[in-house]
């Protein structure tokens, strides 16, 4: 019988070891994604610094990240489409339940007349018609719900133009604070272009934000670089 659960402790230890150095590795793949991506979007800009808010990232577990990179070679594609981002989702820790040390402005994640920037920008494909629309002594921030908390999602269609489109927007977490670190209006690409912006966006046609967003009750700290 002793034998018996020695094996068991023996084996249970094992498999803790093998998952805590899985989860290791796979942190440390995504934090070396993390770094190259990141470092191709600021080599397509004229702005310095834009990720020094990320600094704590390689002391946190990922839950989720999420890039859109520029390519090497612009051509037609910034004819088309010029922007950007990196969001990255990660559990929060004690030591970051804090609001950040500096920021230019507060939300929530759901007040209705935040400035949300789509990052889709098509001219004939608006899913939610309240998405790039700005409201005075607002600052830009991500449209949220397009990133995996891992906390479900929720799944529509829509049609538009005649054509049906399938919809999923993640949960976001109910007491989700958002914090503008920094953010400027304004193009910022080393190459120009004249793109579709919607009107509603005014002098933010063209700019980029960057911040956090924290959720206590989840445990949850969004970082993100966003500009178009």
């Excluded at 759901?110 to 790039?132: A, C, G, L, T, W």
């Excluded at 449209?143 to 054509?163: A, C, E, S, V």
Aim: include cysteine.
């Amino acid at each position: 019988m002793k034998i018996k659960m020695k094996l068991h402790v023996f084996f249970y230890l094992i498999l803790i070891f093998l998952f805590s150095s899985c989860k290791g590795f796979n942190n440390y793949k995504l934090y070396k994604a993390i770094k190259i991506n990141n470092g191709k979007i600021e080599k397509s800009l004229i702005l310095d610094d834009v990720f020094n808010h990320f600094e704590t990232l390689d002391e946190l577990d990922f839950i989720s990240a999420d890039f859109l990179v520029p390519p090497v070679n612009p051509s037609s594609y910034y004819v088309r489409s010029q922007r950007a981002y990196s969001i990255v989702i990660c559990s929060l820790k004690d030591s970051l339940l804090n609001a950040p040390k500096s920021f230019i402005y507060k939300t929530v994640a759901s007040n209705i007349n935040n400035f949300i920037v789509s990052m889709i920008f098509k001219e004939k494909v608006v899913f939610n018609k309240s998405h790039d629309i700005y409201y005075p002594n607002s600052y830009p921030i991500p449209d949220l719900g397009r990133y995996d908390f891992k906390l479900g999602f929720n799944q529509t269609d829509t049609i538009i133009g005649g054509k049906r489109y399938m919809h999923q927007r993640y949960i976001v977490p109910s007491d989700m604070e958002v914090y503008v670190q920094e953010a400027e209006h304004g193009c910022f690409w080393k190459e120009e272009s004249d793109v579709y912006r919607p009107s509603s966006m005014k002098e933010w046609e063209h700019g980029y934000s960057k911040g956090t967003a924290i959720s206590k009750e989840e445990k949850l700290i969004m970082f993100w670089f966003i500009v178009w």
